[in-house]
């Protein structure tokens, strides 16, 4: 077993975990990180596939992605912008494509439910702190009733409402609108600042990156070189109030502070000793990821321009619910994208690989036409048989857990941080959020948050849950049970020797 000494382990090379890495090696933190996967980059990854270059997580910034879009600067990637001439087409419940430009081609009194709807959830977006939403005077109501009900109990439009549920539902949370509350709905739309911008295409899926999204992450982990540690899922997090030790089933890291940085799923893969508090064992366990398909097809030519299309569809009832015009850029051909959430992703999963593409393209076909049908190149991104994923996009509270345990959801425990864009408030879901948390949570670790990082520095005194707050409070240890041997390691025999890092990394 190889043993190293750190200031701060870091459990998880995605976006947050690399930011977090990145901001504390450059306050002179000594840091490890520790990736299960051969590659950094988590929910981020661009593959060559059949000679296409495809993105198979996250790809798409948005304007109010301002943390995002500043690293994106700092690094020096280039963004361009998604096609998006021409008109795009809706599929209602006739199964009948409609073009139109700005507004749904819906009848006059549907739009004017959908207006209602969209100014409603705008008016308690507003009400409600994105940082906290459990502190909105009525947070338990709001939690109790299911996105569904909540839409159903505004209008009988069940058109407007198929359509409004459609942006939070099967295109965010993925999960059904039965199945989580209209306040965690809130809070999704507050992150991206407001509903009107979830619901506008032109904003929340505004820009690529050139090379990939995947480069964030590639490039964060190419400046930490050697502290980056690939193929080493940990095992075991024994923890105290002021140090940690973290394993690997080859490796035994030693620090002050770790950071989890692992979608919340994830956390019960990790055996906790001591464990964790009730509260926190409990949050998590009502803290989901959602199951979405990203389906990429790419074509010889983007043929849907030739007809005036833009590439963007909507169909409340088909299985592909959304789809875009996803050239990559600078390529030749043209690529489609599309998604299937939720209930209609879980009967695709159940079919033979070659019945499920029929369907999908089936569905491009309703869209854009019969040369749908014939990609050159095919693919499906299944997260949810990641081993390290296990769903799309991210994690969201069941109805009730928002309110209940929303508040310990960035609360450290001991000397445990939690960083992922799972637990994020602006940007929650999204890589902006990822990098905020890794932000977060290296101040908090780093000297101004006194969060006792650095070896040498004194623990700092337990902190109180923040009343209401932003969900920055902390747990203190409870009584360490192998107190005694880091007590020992710490003050008896020698310390293994410290695997020292390049200074050029
Ligand atoms: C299909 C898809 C499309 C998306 N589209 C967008 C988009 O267009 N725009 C956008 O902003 N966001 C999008 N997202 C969401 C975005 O990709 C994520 O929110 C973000 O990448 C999460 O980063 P993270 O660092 O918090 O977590 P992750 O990327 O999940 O990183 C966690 C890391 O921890 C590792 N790990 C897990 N368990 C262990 C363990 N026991 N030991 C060691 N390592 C471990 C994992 O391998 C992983 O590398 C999309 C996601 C998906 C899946």
């Given at each position: 077993?190889?043993e190293?000494?750190?200031?701060?382990?870091?459990?998880?090379?995605?976006?947050?975990?690399?930011?977090a890495a990145?901001?504390?090696?450059?306050?002179?933190?000594?840091?490890?990180?520790?990736?299960a996967?051969?590659?950094?980059?988590?929910?981020?990854?661009?593959?060559?596939?059949?000679?296409?270059?495809?993105?198979?997580?996250?790809?798409?910034?948005?304007?109010?992605?301002?943390?995002?879009?500043?690293?994106?600067?700092?690094?020096?990637?280039?963004t361009?912008?998604?096609?998006?001439?021409?008109?795009?087409?809706?599929?209602?419940?006739?199964?009948?494509p409609?073009?139109?430009?700005?507004?749904f081609?819906?009848?006059?009194?549907?739009?004017?439910?959908?207006?209602?709807?969209?100014?409603?959830?705008?008016?308690?977006?507003?009400?409600?702190?994105?940082?906290?939403?459990?502190?909105?005077?009525?947070?338990?109501?709001?939690?109790?009733?299911?996105?569904?009900?909540?839409?159903?109990?505004?209008?009988?439009?069940?058109e407007?409402?198929?359509?409004?549920?459609?942006?939070?539902?099967?295109?965010?949370?993925?999960?059904?609108?039965?199945?989580?509350?209209?306040?965690?709905?809130?809070?999704?739309?507050?992150s991206?600042?407001?509903?009107?911008?979830?619901?506008?295409?032109?904003?929340?899926?505004?820009k690529?990156?050139?090379?990939g999204?995947?480069q964030?992450?590639?490039?964060?982990?190419?400046?930490?070189?050697?502290?980056?540690?690939?193929?080493?899922?940990?095992?075991?997090?024994?923890?105290?109030?002021?140090?940690?030790?973290?394993?690997?089933?080859?490796?035994?890291?030693?620090?002050?502070?770790?950071?989890?940085?692992?979608?919340?799923?994830?956390?019960?893969?990790?055996?906790?000793?001591?464990?964790?508090?009730?509260?926190?064992?409990?949050?998590?366990?009502?803290?989901?990821?959602?199951?979405?398909?990203k389906?990429h097809a790419?074509?010889?030519?983007p043929?849907?321009?030739?007809?005036?299309?833009?590439?963007?569809?909507?169909?409340?009832?088909?299985?592909?619910?959304?789809?875009?015009?996803?050239?990559?850029?600078?390529?030749?051909g043209?690529?489609?994208?599309?998604?299937?959430?939720?209930?209609?992703?879980?009967?695709?999963?159940?079919?033979?690989?070659?019945?499920?593409?029929?369907?999908?393209?089936?569905?491009?076909?309703?869209?854009?036409?019969?040369?749908?049908?014939?990609?050159?190149?095919?693919?499906?991104?299944?997260?949810?048989s990641?081993?390290?994923t296990?769903?799309?996009?991210?994690?969201?509270?069941?109805?009730?857990?928002?309110?209940?345990?929303?508040?310990?959801?960035?609360?450290?425990?001991?000397?445990?941080?939690?960083?992922?864009?799972?637990?994020?408030?602006?940007?929650?879901?999204?890589?902006?959020?990822?990098?905020?948390?890794?932000?977060?949570?290296?101040?908090?670790?780093?000297?101004?948050?006194?969060?006792?990082?650095?070896?040498?520095?004194p623990?700092?005194?337990?902190?109180?849950?923040?009343?209401?707050?932003?969900?920055?409070g902390?747990?203190p240890?409870?009584?360490?049970?192998?107190?005694?041997?880091?007590?020992?390691?710490?003050?008896?025999?020698?310390?293994p020797?410290?695997?020292?890092m390049?200074?050029?990394?």
């Amino acid at each position: 077993m190889e043993e190293i000494e750190s200031d701060v382990v870091v459990i998880g090379a995605g976006a947050s975990g690399l930011t977090a890495a990145d901001a504390l090696v450059a306050e002179g933190f000594d840091v490890v990180v520790l990736e299960a996967r051969d590659r950094v980059g988590g929910r981020l990854w661009t593959r060559e596939i059949e000679g296409a270059v495809l993105e198979l997580g996250g790809q798409w910034v948005s304007p109010d992605q301002t943390a995002l879009i500043a690293l994106l600067e700092r690094l020096g990637l280039e963004t361009y912008e998604r096609y998006r001439e021409g008109q795009a087409v809706y599929v209602g419940a006739s199964g009948v494509p409609a073009r139109f430009e700005r507004d749904f081609p819906v009848a006059a009194s549907t739009q004017q439910a959908i207006e209602a709807l969209v100014a409603e959830v705008d008016r308690l977006v507003a009400e409600t702190d994105v940082r906290a939403p459990w502190t909105h005077p009525r947070a338990a109501e709001l939690d109790a009733i299911s996105w569904q009900a909540w839409l159903a109990s505004q209008t009988d439009d069940v058109e407007a409402r198929a359509i409004v549920s459609l942006f939070i539902a099967e295109a965010m949370l993925t999960k059904p609108a039965s199945a989580f509350s209209l306040l965690q709905a809130l809070q999704m739309a507050g992150s991206a600042g407001s509903f009107s911008n979830l619901v506008d295409d032109e904003f929340i899926l505004d820009k690529r990156v050139v090379g990939g999204l995947q480069q964030v992450p590639l490039q964060l982990a190419a400046g930490l070189g050697d502290r980056v540690r690939l193929g080493q899922p940990v095992r075991t997090v024994v923890w105290d109030d002021d140090s940690v030790v973290v394993s690997t089933d080859t490796l035994r890291v030693h620090a002050r502070r770790a950071v989890v940085a692992v979608p919340p799923n994830l956390y019960g893969r990790l055996t906790f000793a001591p464990a964790l508090p009730a509260a926190q064992q409990q949050l998590h366990q009502h803290l989901s990821l959602g199951l979405v398909i990203k389906v990429h097809a790419v074509y010889d030519r983007p043929f849907w321009r030739d007809a005036g299309l833009s590439g963007t569809g909507f169909g409340p009832g088909l299985a592909l619910h959304e789809a875009y015009d996803n050239t990559y850029a600078g390529s030749e051909g043209g690529t489609l994208v599309g998604f299937v959430s939720d209930t209609k992703a879980d009967a695709l999963l159940l079919l033979d690989a070659e019945t499920r593409r029929e369907r999908l393209l089936g569905c491009l076909a309703t869209y854009f036409g019969p040369e749908a049908l014939t990609p050159r190149v095919y693919y499906e991104s299944d997260w949810a048989s990641e081993e390290w994923t296990r769903g799309a996009y991210a994690a969201s509270f069941d109805l009730g857990g928002l309110s209940r345990w929303g508040s310990l959801l960035r609360a450290t425990v001991g000397p445990l941080h939690w960083s992922t864009s799972d637990v994020a408030a602006e940007g929650f879901q999204h890589v902006d959020g990822a990098i905020r948390m890794g932000q977060e949570t290296a101040a908090a670790v780093g000297p101004g948050g006194g969060g006792g990082g650095r070896r040498g520095t004194p623990p700092p005194p337990p902190r109180a849950a923040a009343p209401g707050g932003g969900g920055g409070g902390a747990h203190p240890a409870p009584p360490h049970p192998n107190r005694g041997a880091l007590n020992t390691r710490a003050g008896g025999p020698p310390a293994p020797a410290k695997v020292s890092m390049p200074s050029s990394a």
